[in-house]
């Protein structure tokens, strides 16, 4: 089987040495010559212009930015055959997954996102979403998602509306709490200081800013400007914000501690797995200290 990787970025790069190490053929295209070169030189990888790519492949895995999406979608969909399956690998799904069969009429689509970073040494334990949208592509998606599970993925189907409205959660939400927590932490006179003296609970805050910040910020800002639900959750957030600072302006304690008391019970009955989250966050340091 041969792999068409179409875009040589991070995850581009990521999924070409994935699938040669798992033993398939790789070609990756991109636009960049030089890039391409390089590549060959020094990965020793196949690699081809775009069209010459998808034409003799079986597989084709497009990994390019969200805002290139389209115009790469429209180069390569005259040179796709049937038979052959389009994936893609975008943080959002709704657009991508509509772009894709706007203008691909043979050949199989399918909608993937691996939630996880170009930073990540396997898929095991790591999350893929499959955003099938007819019989034949789920189909497919659940011959993929088999196979994916035997290298010990966790692999959800769902629609790709269903996918962005969670990742408004699950992706925007972080992002933007990260950004903001960064660009007031910076504002501190005392930054690098308060991380020499920081406990886990600091440790967690600063992490999160500081990832947030590195990003690649063309994602970030194609994140935070399509994701469904992500304005309105950041407005409530701002309000919830407000709310919980007038309390303190007000050195109301009685409210703030009633309202504590309500979040642990709400807690309580909506995720009963709470009390493990103190374990989980000591592990997560401890893995990313060593
Ligand atoms: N990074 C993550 O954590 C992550 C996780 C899951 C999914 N994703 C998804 O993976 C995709 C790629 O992200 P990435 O992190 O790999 O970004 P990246 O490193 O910036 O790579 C982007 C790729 O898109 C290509 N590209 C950009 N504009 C183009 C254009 N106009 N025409 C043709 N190619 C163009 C770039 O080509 P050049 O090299 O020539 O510039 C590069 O190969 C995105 O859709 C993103 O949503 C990212």
Redesign the pocket.
């Known amino acids: 089987m041969r792999i068409a990787i179409i ?8 999924f070409a040495k994935f699938f040669l190490e798992e033993g398939y053929s790789v070609v990756v295209a ?3 010559k030089e ?1 391409l070169l390089k590549l060959r030189r020094k990965l020793a990888f196949e690699t081809a212009d ?1 069209v010459e790519a998808v034409q003799n492949a079986d597989r084709v895995l497009i ?7 389209e ?2 979608i429209k180069t390569i969909s005259p040179s796709i055959r049937e038979g052959q399956v389009v994936m ?5 799904k709704d657009y ?1 997954v509509k772009v894709m069969h706007k203008h691909i009429k043979n050949g199989l689509v399918l909608g993937t ?6 930073g990540s040494t396997s898929i095991e334990n790591k999350t893929f979403i499959l955003t099938p949208t007819s019989r034949q592509e789920e189909e497919f998606a659940e011959n993929f998602k088999k196979w994916l599970e035997t290298k010990k993925a966790r692999v959800f189907v769902m629609t790709p509306k269903k996918h962005d409205t969670l990742m408004s959660v699950v992706l925007g939400l972080p992002h933007f709490l990260g950004l903001v927590a960064c660009d007031t932490l910076l504002e501190q006179a005392d930054y690098s200081e308060t991380k020499r003296v920081a406990g886990t609970t600091y440790r967690i805050l600063f992490t999160l800013a500081e990832v947030a910040a590195l ?2 910020p ?2 970030l800002a ?2 935070q400007l399509s994701l469904p639900e992500l304005e309105r959750i950041e407005n409530a957030f701002i309000e919830k914000a407000y709310e919980w600072l007038n309390l303190i302006k007000q050195k109301d304690r009685a409210t703030i501690t009633r309202k504590m008391k309500q979040l642990k019970s709400k807690l309580m009955k909506t995720s009963p797995d709470y009390e493990h989250s103190y374990e989980i966050m000591y592990k997560m340091l401890e893995a990313a200290e060593n």
């Open positions: 875009g040589a970025g991070k995850m581009g790069l990521w991109s636009r960049n890039k775009f990994c390019v930015s969200i805002n290139a999406f115009s790469v893609d690998v975008c943080s959002i991508p996102h691996p939630v996880f970073g170009p990003e690649n063309e994602l194609s994140l």
